[in-house]
């Protein structure tokens, strides 16, 4: 399975972006699909997962009813909705697949290029 991540930019503090992670070559729906982001000198930090099938979603704590992820598989895509978005939130921001609905960035087996947010105050 391929990940493409893409959708970020430079925005305003209190803006939104929406991120999207296209995938190719596999059966998309079979995958948990997570959300990483890492910013210059830190390590690479869990934003939030969904279910293959959509249905399930857990965030971290710092985006957590900021962010929403949503899917759709007809498509192939994952999207990770961010509002509020503050200066903390800056970061590379990856998507991954796996089997497993986990945290932890080295049980997802595909990774996307990551896509640079920048926001501004």
């Known amino acids: 399975v391929q990940l493409q991540a893409s959708g970020g930019g430079l925005v305003q503090a209190g803006g939104s972006l929406r991120l999207s992670c296209a995938a190719s070559?596999?059966?998309?729906?079979?995958?948990?699909v997570g959300w990483f982001r890492q910013a210059p000198g830190k390590d690479r930090e869990f934003v939030g997962i969904i279910t293959g099938s959509g249905t399930g979603t857990y965030y971290a704590g710092a985006v957590k009813g900021r962010f929403t992820i949503s899917r759709d598989n007809t498509k192939n895509t994952v999207y990770l909705q961010m509002n509020s978005l503050k200066p903390e939130d800056s970061a590379v921001y990856y998507c991954?697949?796996?089997?497993?609905?986990?945290?932890?960035?080295?049980?997802?087996?595909?990774w996307g290029q990551g896509t640079l947010v920048t926001v501004s105050s």
């Open positions: 991954a697949g796996g089997g497993q609905f986990a945290v932890v960035a080295n049980l997802y087996e595909y």
């Open positions: 070559g596999g059966t998309f729906s079979r995958y948990a």
